[in-house]
């Protein structure tokens, strides 16, 4: 029976994930709290590292992450084996390489290596409180997001516009076609990949001995109440329950009885027998018959030192960025750059949302190790759109705040600047004139130029003050390459955060 609830969860929280994610994020139209984002809050692990790193506390955000906990302490690691679709894709690559192992017993790597998972955890916390959040891209919900963006979205895209009618235009005006695949998608498959074949050495590889949300899950499940029982008159110690019938080897194969609340994920494949030796319900735990997560004093010194020394690393700035040269260009409605990077969760949430595929990860050799991931504004590829205000609605963290319409006019995320060497009329008197044409909001005028014949030449000139850094002027540049006006994340204006007042009225 639980097998059953088990597979029928996994389909419907799998589905939901799939309709939140295209369906809501990618063509919602409507201002409203993003679908997906209230998905990614599920996950309570993601709320306190971004709440301890950035020094503040989501409240909505919060209440959500407090659901799951109680559900968590009460029947255990629910979330894992029900709700994750990583855990659910994982599960489905696990039979077609491994099958289901009834009576073959493989090999399996030891059971200590379980604590790796704790070491990482404990990891991420130090480095949350040193204002720290780079190591979130291993959280399940993040992964799953950034592989559907990076890898997924792009190709229904893509087939969607190949399979119709097979139209040679359409297809070529398709921006993933034209523009290639997203800056990070080789990585994400290549993670992907790995992630899926650790299958070849044990089931559910991932979420045994690596996922950092799963044993925080696993701690805060060791009370729960809905537990395993043995059937002490049908059971006759064939061991078949625990190996290699249990994925995550959650009782042990010396002791029966005894299950660990912390790697029991309610899958049911214990209970899945005729003879039915075993079954799961709620009880008092008693600590004879449940056992608590494989943590112990060396797997905290290990996160704790092992966070201590990824700090400095982490923290350093790319050695050949010049101090002057600007960072990488925000969406709408970021924060500040040092909350921004305490926040963003690197989900590509907002780069899902954007219409114009006009977002895109950073990457390590253009923006740096701490702006890996993070959404940035790429013009070339595409630009920000003056009625849209998706990717600041799709943000569960904060890092992005929400924004009306009306407000982003009120907002700058950079500077556009002309390149006299590459701008046709500055460079060789030719009529142009493309770029103050397309600007939505007139920042571009013309400058009357006169050359050695003493014959007169409009030339564009960026009014820096109506500028809002959109790239609309960058993306329709008829210059091929490298573009002649470019924008660039200077003289930006953040959302401000908004502060508590005290009783007298006055912000804390």
Not at 17 to 24: N, R
Not at 162 to 168: C, Q, T
Not at 417 to 424: A, I, K, S
């Amino acid at each position: 029976m639980l097998k059953r609830v088990q597979l029928v969860s996994q389909i419907v929280f799998f589905i939901l994930f799939c309709i939140l994610f295209f369906f809501y994020n990618t063509f919602r139209t409507e201002i409203g709290s993003s679908g997906l984002a209230l998905f990614l809050r599920l996950n309570p692990f993601i709320t306190l590292i971004t709440s301890i790193a950035s020094r503040s506390i989501f409240v909505p955000y919060l209440v959500i992450g407090i659901v799951t906990i109680i559900i968590t302490m009460l029947m255990g690691r629910v979330f894992c084996g029900m709700v994750c679709p990583l855990g659910s894709i994982i599960d489905f690559t696990d039979k077609i390489f491994r099958g289901r192992e009834k009576k073959k017993q493989p090999l399996r790597p030891s059971k200590k290596l379980q604590g790796l998972k704790y070491v990482i955890m404990i990891l991420m916390l130090i480095l949350a409180v040193l204002g720290i959040t780079f190591p979130l891209f291993m959280d399940p919900l993040l992964l799953v997001t950034r592989f559907f963006t990076l890898l997924i979205r792009p190709a229904v895209f893509t087939f969607a516009t190949i399979i119709p009618k097979l139209n040679g235009e359409k297809l070529m005006a398709n921006p993933f076609v034209m523009q290639g695949a997203f800056a990070g998608a080789i990585s994400a498959f290549i993670l992907l990949l790995i992630i899926l074949l650790g299958a070849l050495f044990d089931r559910r590889f991932w979420c045994q001995y690596i996922c950092p949300s799963g044993a925080f899950f696993g701690v805060i499940s060791r009370f729960s109440i809905f537990t395993r029982k043995k059937n002490d008159d049908k059971c006759n110690s064939c061991g078949i329950c625990c190996d290699p019938r249990c994925p995550t080897r959650a009782i042990s194969g010396e002791k029966f009885e005894v299950t660990s609340t912390a790697e029991c994920i309610l899958c049911g494949e214990c209970t899945n027998d005729k003879r039915k030796c075993c079954a799961f319900s709620f009880s008092i735990p008693v600590l004879t018959s449940t056992k608590g997560p494989s943590i112990g004093r060396r797997q905290a010194i290990s996160g704790i030192v092992s966070g201590i020394i990824m700090a400095p690393a982490l923290a350093r700035k790319s050695p050949d960025k010049k101090p002057f040269v600007p960072g990488p260009i925000r969406p709408p409605g970021a924060v500040d750059e040092r909350v921004f990077l305490s926040r963003c969760i690197t989900c590509d949430a907002c780069v899902s949302a954007c219409p114009q595929n006009a977002l895109h990860p950073g990457t390590i050799g253009d923006d740096g190790f701490l702006n890996w991931n993070t959404p940035k504004l790429v013009p070339r590829i595409g630009y920000c759109l003056e009625d849209c205000n998706r990717c600041s609605q799709a943000c569960p963290t904060g890092a992005l705040l929400p924004i009306t319409v009306e407000e982003k006019k009120t907002l700058k995320i950079g500077t556009a600047y002309v390149d006299h060497g590459l701008c046709r009329p500055w460079r060789t008197q030719y009529k142009c004139m493309i770029c103050a044409r397309k600007c939505p909001y007139d920042a571009i005028s013309e400058k009357i130029v006169v050359d050695e014949r003493g014959k007169e030449y409009p030339s564009p000139v960026v009014n820096r003050r109506k500028c809002v850094g959109c790239g609309a002027c960058e993306y329709y540049c008829p210059v091929k390459g490298e573009s002649a006006i470019k924008v660039y994340a200077y003289g930006e204006k953040r959302k401000q955060i908004p502060q508590k007042k005290d009783a007298a009225g006055k912000k804390a």
